[in-house]
C-alpha cells in the first residue's frame, strides 16, 4: 500500500470491510437486473476503484461506460458547478444504466447527473454509490445502493483525493487537518 505518512487521521473503511459489502452490492445487482442488459456508469475519476471492484464480482454480461465530470475541483468543499470533461461514448436510448459513484456528499454531482442521462431516453438510470454523507446532502438524491454511510468529515482513498492524491489508498481514511491547513 501507498505510504501515507502522518497525512492520515484514521482509517474509517479498512479494505476488507468494503470487499465485505461490495459481495453483498453485487449480489442485489445481480438479481435486481437479471435477464436485462446492464450498462454500469463510473464518474471519473473518483469512481474508478468501486466501479472495477463491482463490476468485477458481477455475473451477469454488462458494459461498461465512463463519464467524467468534476464540481470540486482541488479544494474539499463543493462548488456546485458541474462540467462535463469527457461524455459517454455511448447512447443510452432504451439502455439500463446504473451509476456508480465513490461518494455522495451534497448530492449536486449526482442530481445534475441524473438529470442529464435521464434526458437520454434510458430505459432506466439507477445510482450506486460506496460512500454517502446524510448530513451534507443539500439536495435529496434517490440511491438505490449504496455501501456505507459515513460522518460529515473529509475522506479520502478508495478513489477519494485531496488535491489529486491519496485515491489509491485501498481504503478510506479521514485525513489529517493538517494536510489541508497547509
Ligand atoms: C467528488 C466525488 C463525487 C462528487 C461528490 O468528485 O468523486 O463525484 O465529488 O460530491 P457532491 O455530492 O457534493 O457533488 P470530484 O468532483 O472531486 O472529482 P473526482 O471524482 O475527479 O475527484
Ligand atoms: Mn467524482
Ligand atoms: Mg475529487
Redesign the pocket.
Same mark, same amino acid.
Given at each position: 500500500a501507498a505510504d501515507m505518512g502522518d497525512d492520515l487521521e484514521r482509517i474509517l473503511l479498512p479494505a476488507e470491510r468494503l470487499g465485505a459489502r461490495l459481495d453483498e452490492i453485487a449480489a442485489q445487482v445481480d438479481a435486481d437486473y437479471a435477464g436485462r442488459d446492464l450498462l454500469l456508469v463510473g464518474?471519473?475519476?473518483?469512481?474508478v476503484m468501486v466501479m472495477a471492484d463491482l463490476a468485477r464480482r458481477l455475473s451477469l454480461p454488462i458494459e461498461m461506460d465512463w463519464m467524467? =465530470?468534476?464540481?470540486?475541483?482541488a479544494g474539499t468543499?463543493?462548488s456546485?458547478v =458541474?462540467r462535463i470533461l469527457k461524455d459517454l461514448d455511448t447512447d443510452l436510448s432504451g439502455r439500463h444504466v446504473l451509476i456508480v459513484?465513490?461518494? =455522495?456528499?451534497?448530492?449536486?454531482?449526482?442530481?445534475?447527473l441524473l438529470a442529464n442521462l435521464r434526458s437520454r431516453g434510458p430505459a432506466s438510470v439507477e445510482i450506486m454509490t460506496m460512500l454517502r454523507?446524510p448530513e451534507?446532502?443539500?439536495v435529496e =438524491?434517490d440511491v438505490r445502493y449504496v455501501g456505507f454511510e459515513i460522518p460529515t468529515e473529509f475522506v479520502v482513498g478508495y478513489?477519494?483525493?485531496y488535491a489529486?492524491k491519496y485515491?489509491n489508498l485501498p481504503f478510506v481514511g479521514t485525513l489529517a487537518s493538517h494536510v489541508y491547513a497547509e
Open positions: 464518474v471519473l475519476k473518483g469512481a467524467a =465530470v468534476s464540481s470540486y475541483g468543499t463543493s456546485g =458541474v459513484e465513490d461518494i =455522495v456528499d451534497s448530492g449536486l454531482t449526482l442530481s445534475w454523507k451534507a446532502a443539500k =438524491v478513489g477519494l483525493d489529486e485515491r
